[in-house]
């Protein structure tokens, strides 16, 4: 990509997802950490582009719900 932001923003997105979903998922000890940061990264980057557009943090809550779903079936799989 030639966009001056685009390098910064795959920088912090890397940062997101391999420092701290990474820990998220390790926490978790799910199966596959690597699906789970990918779904996590998703989830978030769908949250910040939802509170763009709407002009509000419901998206960033609607997302943090759904993300503490998905931890919690990942909790019953370990558990079972």
């Known amino acids: 990509m030639s966009h001056p932001a685009y ?3 795959m920088e912090y997105r890397r ?3 391999e420092e701290l979903f990474a ?5 978790a000890g799910v199966d596959d950490p690597d699906a789970l940061c990918a779904q996590l990264q ?4 769908g949250s ?4 763009v557009v709407e002009n509000s943090a419901a998206p ?3 997302s943090r719900a ?11 799989a370990v558990s079972t």
């Open 66 to 76: 759904i993300a503490h779903t998905i931890l919690r079936a990942g909790e019953l």
């Open 23 to 27: 820990s998220v998922a390790a926490d």
């Open 42 to 45: 998703v989830i978030y980057d």
């Open 60 to 62: 960033v809550e609607r």
């Open 48 to 51: 910040l582009a939802g509170a």
């Open 15 to 17: 940062f997101v997802r």
């Open 7 to 9: 390098h910064g923003i």
